[in-house]
């Protein structure tokens, strides 16, 4: 069994920063714990925007606290992001996220995220293949 807390993951490598500092991520579980799937606690800041296209993962999101949108710039379409609200990335689709009020999520990636991924310019995280150091 896995046990883990936000408390024993602040602070290590499993707690990963927006170089921008528009959102931390900290990640409860990686592709390296085997369950087949990565699951987060993400905070995006307030008065921030973050373009996400996740080319080699899907991505449940579920809002627990904060307000936002998110904006599908391929149908225009912007939704409401509030509490127990929640969002799948199913088609792949590039985002434009948006925090009017500090946004906690959870979300979980299929394949698995390894901890060690970087949004590349475009918005997406390498296929998993490509990844280096694998944080314990």
């Not at 046990?3 to 579980?29: M, P, Q, Y």
């Not at 606690?41 to 080699?56: C, L, M, P, S, V």
């Amino acid at each position: 069994m896995l046990v883990r807390t936000i408390n024993d993951i602040t602070g290590t490598d499993r707690e990963v920063w927006a170089e921008n500092k528009n959102w931390v991520s900290r990640r409860l579980l990686l592709k390296k714990d085997g369950m087949g799937f990565s699951f987060h606690e993400t905070i995006i800041f307030a008065g921030t925007q973050t373009h996400i296209w996740y080319k080699n993962h899907l991505e449940a999101v579920f809002c627990v606290e904060g307000e936002g949108e998110v904006e599908t710039p391929a149908d225009g379409k912007i939704h409401h992001i509030v509490p127990g609200t929640i969002y799948a990335l199913n088609n792949h689709d590039e985002h434009l996220l948006r925090a009017s009020k500090d946004m906690r999520l959870l979300c979980v990636f299929n394949p698995p995220v390894t901890g060690a991924e970087v949004h590349l310019e475009d918005g997406s995280y390498p296929p998993a293949e490509n990844q280096g150091k694998v944080p314990s």
